[in-house]
């Protein structure tokens, strides 16, 4: 499984990176307005930092404006993927795109078969957002599951993308059903390396060494 990091926060990207984890960055219009100052120069920075592909998120809704975006933030790396929203105007523009052979990811996708539209249309990756449906006491992850079957029925080579991960049961469902990524935000990387018997283990396993160093 691959692991994205949810952020447009460079310290959390470098801190990640340097764990060995970070297979790649997603950003979105509230994660890059978080940061504050010059957008452009914060993709320009996450891109040459990411080895792996970076998800940029365009801001127009309609497809002429979509391309437009695409074809500027595909200058700031050859790692850059173009993130398009699901409405019908952003599946033109993934039709197009894909023809043009830019990477995509499709956005704020919350049923299978708007999924099932963006994989058919040629999406690099697809992005169903887990929390925002549980919140509305819905399975996200249901979802998910429903997305592997249809894609691995008709051999889409679409990448699911689990997104809006709240908590490691999110990351653990998605291993069981074989979602390709997880994006996660920084905070859940890290509760995913933690355990309280592990913290207490390797405690008492020190404690243990230095009274038997200190009885020679
Ligand atoms: C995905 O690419 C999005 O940036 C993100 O996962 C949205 O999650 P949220 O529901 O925490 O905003």
Redesign the pocket.
């Known amino acids: 499984m691959e692991f994205f990091l949810?952020t447009a926060n460079l310290d959390q990207i470098r801190e990640i990176n340097d764990l060995g984890l970070l297979d790649g960055v997603?950003?979105?219009p509230?994660?890059m307005s978080r940061e504050g100052g010059d957008w452009r120069e914060q993709a320009s920075l996450i891109c040459d930092l990411v080895e792996g592909p970076v998800?940029l998120e365009v801001i127009g809704t309609t497809h002429e404006e979509m391309i437009k975006e695409a074809k500027d933030l595909v200058s700031f790396g050859p790692n850059v993927v173009v993130?398009i929203p699901m409405i019908p105007e952003g599946l033109m523009a993934l039709k197009e795109l894909t023809e043009r052979g830019i990477k995509t990811?499709v956005?704020l996708v919350f049923s299978p078969t708007q999924a099932l539209l963006a994989a058919k249309l040629g999406a690099t990756y697809v992005?169903p957002?887990v929390?925002?449906l549980d919140g509305l006491s819905q399975s996200g992850m249901e979802g998910v599951e429903q997305m592997r079957t249809i894609f691995d029925n008709y051999g889409y080579s679409t990448k699911i993308?689990v997104?809006?991960?709240r908590h490691p049961l999110h990351v653990l469902d998605s291993g069981l059903i074989g979602a390709d990524v997880v994006?996660l935000?920084y905070a859940t990387i890290m509760q995913l390396m933690k355990h309280p018997l592990t913290d207490s283990g390797l405690a008492a396993f020190l404690a243990d060494w230095e009274a038997f160093q200190q009885g020679k």
């Open positions: 949810d997603t950003t979105n509230t994660l998800s993130k990811n956005t992005s957002f929390g925002r993308l997104a809006s991960v994006t935000p």
